[in-house]
């Protein structure tokens, strides 16, 4: 490669706020001059927009994702004695809801796509087993018609930790919208973030939005009585009002992540050491939203280091281990050999809407400079 090397950040979290600076200081300044802090207005609207873009009966902001789970296997009963099947390949917050509402989390192997493998979790089922936790990775909604089938084979509960699939859909269906209930993270680098920590619990159970809504709030009913045991787990207004703000760009900002990833797929699919992830409308029956770009890569480690000293900035996704890899979370005698050997090749390039074609472009170059073999030693 030449000139200079190209500075391509990972995540721009500065771009966040620059790119739509003007909009979001009025959104603020509207909700502060009312002193609209919780539950108020702006979060009712924002639910009322997410219900209507899913579409789904019941959407209830949360304080954050991991709370969206904790909350949704709550409502649905699972607690002390149950065991919850949840892939390995996923983010520490996954299996640790299991875990705080206590139940046990048990933990199965990822498939070829990297998303939960029925055949796995099949061979975990006991007479404990309360529900199945599919885990839409990376902005790609597992084969759900598989999950369902399994799920009510077993008579299980389906608890969807969409937390990096908000947009995303099977078969027309979005994901979140497929089981008992569905979550989904706000987290300010998710498809549609905020500037801090949000997240939602949707579905289309009535008894089970009735038992959210007052989980996150202490308890309490419409009529502010105390009627249950509950937590303070509710999305902030301010956080509600940005999502809104955003959600009314996310189509746009959704279609540039495909297009990223479509040029990605052009310019490294022809590369042997690579497993790209498949290009958009590869697949007539997923339509995905590439939160993150997941690729597997011979000479990982190296390939990593060589792109920091080009100025690419990539990430091995959740600290570079599975679940069950962390040895202080009791996981001992765990054994998913095809999981272990993923994690030896995953890598995420950068993938967000800030990125420029001539940044992605820089990325795909500095990769193949990389297996040409120039600057592999």
Same mark, same amino acid.
């Given at each position: 490669?030449?000139g200079?090397?190209?500075?391509v950040? $990972?995540?721009?979290?500065?771009? *966040?706020?620059?790119?739509?600076?003007?909009? #979001?200081?009025?959104?603020? @300044?509207?909700?502060?001059?009312?002193?609209?802090?919780?539950?108020?207005?702006?979060l009712?609207?924002?639910?009322a927009?997410?219900?209507?873009?899913?579409?789904v009966?019941? /959407?209830l902001?949360?304080a954050?994702? &991991?709370?969206?789970?904790?909350?949704a296997?709550?409502?649905?009963?699972?607690?002390? +004695?149950?065991?919850?099947?949840?892939?390995?390949?996923?983010?520490i917050a996954? /299996?640790?809801?299991v875990?705080?509402?206590? !139940?046990?989390?048990?933990?199965?192997?990822?498939?070829?796509? @990297?998303?939960?493998?029925?055949?796995?979790?099949?061979?975990?089922?006991?007479?404990?087993?309360?529900?199945?936790?599919?885990? %839409?990775?990376? +902005?790609?909604?597992?084969?759900?018609?598989?999950?369902?089938?399994f799920?009510?084979?077993?008579g299980?509960?389906?608890?969807?930790?969409?937390?990096q699939?908000?947009?995303s859909?099977?078969?027309?269906?979005?994901? +979140?919208? =497929?089981? !008992?209930a569905?979550? $989904?993270? =706000?987290?300010?680098?998710?498809?549609?973030?905020? =500037?801090?920590?949000?997240?939602?619990?949707? &579905?289309?159970?009535?008894?089970?939005?009735?038992?959210?809504?007052?989980?996150?709030?202490?308890?309490?009913?419409?009529?502010?009585?105390?009627? /249950?045991?509950?937590?303070n787990?509710?999305?902030?207004?301010?956080q509600?009002?940005?999502?809104? *703000?955003?959600?009314?760009? $996310?189509?746009?900002?959704?279609?540039?992540?495909?297009? #990223? !990833?479509?040029l990605?797929?052009?310019?490294?699919?022809?590369?042997? %050491?690579?497993?790209?992830?498949?290009?958009p !409308?590869?697949?007539?029956h @997923?339509?995905?939203? =590439?939160?993150?770009?997941? #690729?597997?890569?011979e000479?990982?480690? %190296?390939?990593?280091?060589?792109?920091?000293?080009?100025?690419?900035?990539?990430?091995?996704?959740?600290?570079?281990?599975?679940?069950?890899?962390?040895a +202080?979370?009791?996981?001992?005698?765990?054994?998913?050999?095809? &999981?272990?050997?993923?994690?030896t090749? *995953?890598?995420?390039l950068?993938?967000?809407t800030?990125l420029?074609?001539?940044?992605?472009?820089?990325?795909?170059?500095?990769?193949?400079?990389?297996?040409r073999?120039?600057?592999?030693?």
């Amino acid at each position: 490669m030449q000139g200079r090397p190209r500075n391509v950040p $990972f995540f721009n979290y500065p771009e *966040l706020f620059a790119r739509q600076q003007p909009e #979001i200081l009025a959104t603020l @300044h509207d909700v502060l001059s009312r002193g609209a802090f919780i539950l108020q207005r702006d979060l009712a609207e924002f639910e009322a927009n997410l219900r209507a873009y899913l579409p789904v009966k019941h /959407a209830l902001g949360v304080a954050d994702g &991991t709370n969206a789970l904790q909350l949704a296997l709550l409502a649905i009963g699972c607690g002390p +004695g149950d065991e919850v099947i949840v892939p390995a390949h996923t983010y520490i917050a996954s /299996a640790a809801a299991v875990h705080f509402v206590g !139940a046990k989390p048990v933990l199965c192997e990822c498939g070829p796509d @990297h998303l939960i493998d029925v055949d796995s979790a099949q061979a975990l089922v006991t007479k404990r087993t309360k529900a199945v936790m599919p885990v %839409q990775l990376n +902005g790609r909604t597992a084969d759900m018609e598989r999950v369902g089938a399994f799920a009510a084979d077993h008579g299980l509960a389906v608890i969807e930790d969409a937390a990096q699939a908000l947009g995303s859909r099977f078969r027309g269906r979005a994901a +979140g919208t =497929f089981g !008992a209930a569905g979550t $989904f993270s =706000f987290y300010p680098a998710k498809v549609l973030g905020c =500037f801090g920590d949000g997240g939602a619990v949707v &579905t289309n159970d009535d008894a089970i939005a009735e038992r959210v809504a007052l989980l996150r709030d202490h308890g309490r009913n419409a009529a502010g009585e105390v009627v /249950a045991w509950g937590t303070n787990s509710r999305l902030d207004n301010l956080q509600a009002a940005v999502l809104n *703000l955003k959600l009314k760009s $996310f189509d746009a900002d959704l279609g540039r992540r495909r297009e #990223i !990833a479509r040029l990605y797929d052009a310019g490294l699919r022809d590369l042997a %050491q690579l497993r790209l992830p498949p290009a958009p !409308a590869s697949d007539r029956h @997923h339509h995905d939203v =590439f939160q993150n770009y997941e #690729i597997e890569a011979e000479r990982r480690d %190296q390939l990593k280091l060589h792109l920091e000293r080009l100025g690419v900035r990539t990430i091995v996704q959740f600290g570079g281990k599975a679940v069950h890899q962390f040895a +202080g979370l009791g996981f001992e005698g765990v054994c998913l050999p095809r &999981t272990e050997q993923l994690y030896t090749r *995953l890598l995420l390039l950068p993938m967000n809407t800030t990125l420029s074609d001539d940044d992605v472009q820089y990325v795909i170059e500095a990769v193949r400079t990389f297996y040409r073999g120039a600057d592999a030693r």
